[in-house]
């Protein structure tokens, strides 16, 4: 966003459409998957499943450590992490009119996800209406494909943060890049 003499511009600058559809992919496969692939959901009712199983002196911990991984993935699929952050600073400031200061507070990451996600980049199916709609208007469907990313990118510093978790808990070695 750009303003000289109290006009405003937009320069949109994005990823190409090879790359945010790929990235979208593999980002489904972490987020959301039909098919059986071990998604968040899926990998974090195992280890609940086997934390309650496996009773010792640890087991309130770590049944503890998993609901604040999932509370968190609940968080941010509510609000963008850009969102979450701005609120936590404005409170902790005494702001009165977080909703006004605060970005991104229109954007719900789920429903701008399945927007793109099955509007236009992998499915052309039930919301391809919706998202025609909003790309009918360039700058509008600019600002909205940042909040697309801004939404997967949140969600994905979760998914990687829960990955070493689980690395490190297992005393899995990482392998080599």
Known sequence: MH???GEPWLTIDQTDDEQTVGFAT???QL?????GDPDFSVVINLLNKYARQFRDTRTDQRLAILEQWKKARA????????NIVDRIVLERDNCTNIDDLAMYNDVNPDKIINLFNYGELIHFGKHSEDYEKMAEEPDIEAIEHNNFMQSMLGLVH????FSEVIRS??????GPV
């Open 3 to 5: 303003s000289e003499n």
């Open 26 to 28: 593999r980002f489904r």
């Open 31 to 35: 987020h959301h998957s039909s098919t």
């Open 75 to 82: 968080q941010l699929m509510n609000r963008p992490l850009p």
């Open 158 to 161: 979760l998914y990687f943060g």
């Open 169 to 174: 808990s297992t005393r899995l070695k990482r």
